[in-house]
């Protein structure tokens, strides 16, 4: 089999090995999905409004290799809110002392 289908033999064994890595690993592979879109949301809100920057730069300061769906910036209430790999996650200022802080998923 194997000197028949040498190529073939070769991606059974790495789809073996990926099997072995990602099973005890799955708890973290399934936070992955909510890290994109929090992470997005508090550090643009921070970026923002903590430390007073302009939108244009914040988006640049928090652009990933994963990208994001979307990103809306409410500046009347002063709140972000973050989609990327299908979830979405805001985050709002809540004063000089407190910052932003996410928000729990409505």
């Known amino acids: 089999m194997i000197r028949r289908h040498p190529i073939l033999s070769v991606l059974a064994l790495l789809l073996i090995l990926l099997l072995a890595w ?21 550090e643009y809100c921070s970026c923002r ?20 769906s979307s990103l809306r910036d409410d500046e009347s209430a002063k709140r972000v809110t ?15 002392r407190q910052g932003c802080q996410l928000l729990p998923n409505e």
Do not use: M
């Open 22 to 42: 990602a099973w005890p690993n799955r708890v973290y592979l399934q936070a992955f999905p909510d890290i994109i879109g929090a992470y997005t949301a508090k």
């Open 82 to 96: 973050a989609s990327g790999l299908g979830r979405t996650h805001s985050a709002a200022w809540l004063g000089e």
């Open 49 to 68: 409004y903590v430390s007073g920057n302009p939108a244009a730069y914040c988006e640049g300061y928090v652009a990933q290799y994963v990208p994001i």
